[in-house]
């Protein structure tokens, strides 16, 4: 299965597993504080914790054939400008994909969210049908709560996460 996940292009993006190089980027956009706003733990607070998140994700990949890309624009290669995609999480006793994005700041409005979740709903939903594709959104993230929406997933219901009222969408 990975390697209908591992590499995919989309019209403009560049999906791909992530890998030890991706280290910095990680920190980079994890640490931000603007882009952590809506992260349960908050903005990453060090490199040794970017490189939890690197190991874990790798884990994902190599564990189950599917995990969060890093997602690189197309026409300037080598340019990280976000994180997204499906992993493999339990919620509420069910096992699901979950559907997350995570964009910089100068990439906003640019429709790379929507174009990355597409793809990533398009593959779960093809390949790994079994296992439903659920966005847990906090409810005061609206353009995340717009992404759903715009690739054609419906808020099912709302849920305590971590303690902050979200959307589930599916």
Do not use: C
Request: glycine share 8%; net charge neutral.
């Amino acid at each position: 299965m990975s390697d209908a996940f591992e590499r995919v292009t989309t019209e403009r993006l560049l999906l791909r597993r992530v890998q030890e190089r991706d280290l910095d980027a990680i920190f980079e956009l994890h640490a931000t504080p603007e882009l952590s706003r809506f992260t349960p733990s908050g903005p990453l607070r060090s490199v040794d914790a970017a490189r939890e998140r690197l190991t874990l994700w790798q884990a994902d990949w190599a564990q189950k054939g599917v995990g969060y890309w890093v997602v690189e624009q197309l026409d300037a290669p080598g340019t990280v400008v976000g994180f997204g995609g499906l992993r493999h999480k339990e919620l509420e006793g069910q096992q699901v994909l979950n559907l997350a994005y995570r964009f910089l700041t100068r990439t906003w409005g640019s429709g790379y969210a929507t174009e990355m979740a597409r793809m990533a709903l398009a593959l779960g939903r093809k390949h790994i049908p079994e296992v439903p594709v659920v966005a847990i959104i906090f409810l005061e993230n609206v353009p995340s709560l717009r992404v759903a929406e715009r690739i054609g997933m419906r808020r099912d219901r709302v849920i305590e996460y971590f303690g902050v009222p979200s959307a589930v969408y599916l």
